[in-house]
């Protein structure tokens, strides 16, 4: 029976994917539910599952664009798995019993003799060229022996590079004319070559090429989206400072008693996470987004988490953060970001989140201007934490900061709003335990 294999739906608003690999090869046997090709959508990059065993036919090409509903692929079903027939085979052959010829370790040493003196017989044939090129060398040898002076300086290794010398030469672009040996009668040794440098006035000649490589229809709808945001938002990003020193205390105090009980670590985002919501209930502007002529405001807090996948950008979402304590978004953000690394997220898991936080920090930036995630009208970026010097009660200190970002949609939200709502969040992480923890700390890690 042949089963035709038809892409499916990735989400309502998908009718096309991309073939972006096959896990298999044509004609190759796979089983039930193993992952024979990864298909990207314009949000996501999903595996798509066998649905029977058999031998797989493929009817499209990487690279192809297919509708929701296309073969993709066919499998026959009754075909066998070739490692049965295999195993059957094998097991026959035993049974018979035919196979008794041994041969013992006699027989084996005379038939490497037989091989050796066959090697021999060719050598030999080859053995008066080789007479002939090695007289100029017999005769050097006689002159040394006769104690003959010879002229070290016209020999063969004079100036020349050894084979390992000469490939990185050759590599770096180097005649060997520029390099001096430091070998015997002069020649050219591989630490030689290693130390060898270029002239400044002859550079050598680099490599030149390229690869031209399509972009994935995820990477091509991130694009867009991007270059979309810029030209249709009045985009401005404001900037503020965040003293991070509550926050390490706090995660050094508990950290251990948190991933033992939780199964998860303290991290940064839960913290960031429980401000932006606070922040957002103080200014819910910044969580609305432009429809035609309306402005929609929601009610609830849906946190998209900016990861990086392998396939690119990818924009998960914490629903109802709202609802979610500590414990909760730190479950959430592992769960999501092992989903999106492993390239299982699904569209929905990346669809509708109403403001975003990016982490430029992970990566080492100290300061940058997120692009917002359309349509929502605000993200907030995070940074690399670093010891800087500051005032503090009339003195200066050294303290671990981190600079902030927040690019905003100003057609929607005002200066008065996005400093206002960042100047929330810088206050809310300064001192989160009377505003993030409502001063019990343990009960707010449920610890």
Known sequence: MILEMKVPSPGESITEVEIAQWLVADGD????????????????????????????????????????????????????????????????????????????????????????????DKAAAKAPKTSEKAE????????????????????????????????ILDEKGISSKEVSGSGRAGRITKDDATKAQPSMGTPGPGKRGEDRKKL?????????RLVSAKNETAMLTTFNE??????????????EDFKNKHGVGLGFMSFFTLAVVRALEMYPDVNSMIDGDYKITYDFKDISIAVSGPKGLMVPVIRNAENL???????????????????????????????TITNGGVFGSMLST???????????????????AIVKNGGIIVAPVMYVALSYDHRIIDGRESV????????????????????????????
């Open 242 to 255: 965040v003293d991070m020193s509550a926050i390490f205390a706090l995660r050094e105090k508990y950290k």
């Open 370 to 388: 997120p692009i917002i995630n359309p349509p929502q009208s605000a993200i907030l970026g995070m940074h690399n934490i670093v010891e800087r």
């Open 420 to 447: 206002g709502f960042l100047v929330a969040i810088k206050e809310a992480l300064e001192s989160p335990e009377a505003l993030l923890m409502n001063n019990d700390e343990k009960k707010a890690l449920e610890l």
């Open 29 to 120: 046997y796979v089983e039930k539910d193993q992952a024979v090709a990864e298909v990207d959508s314009d949000k996501a990059t999903l595996e798509l599952p066998a649905e029977a065993s058999g031998i797989i036919t493929l009817k499209a090409e990487e690279g192809d664009a297919v509708a929701v509903g296309e073969v993709v692929c066919l499998i026959d079903t009754s075909a066998k798995k070739p490692g049965d027939s295999a195993k059957k085979e094998s097991k026959t052959q035993a049974g018979d019993g035919k196979i008794e010829t041994y041969e013992n370790p006699g027989d084996e040493g005379s038939n490497d003799t037989d091989d050796s003196s066959k090697s021999l």
């Open 136 to 167: 100029p060398e017999s005769r050097d040898t006689s002159a040394k022996e006769k104690g003959q002076p010879q002229d070290s300086t016209k020999t063969y290794a004079s100036g020349t590079p050894s084979p390992a010398a000469k490939k």
């Open 216 to 224: 994935s229809m995820l990477r091509r709808k991130v694009a867009e």
């Open 325 to 355: 304590s500590f414990r909760g978004v730190e479950n959430e953000v592992k769960r999501l970001a092992l989903r999106a690394r492993d390239g299982v997220i699904t569209v929905d898991e990346m669809t509708g989140g109403t403001f």
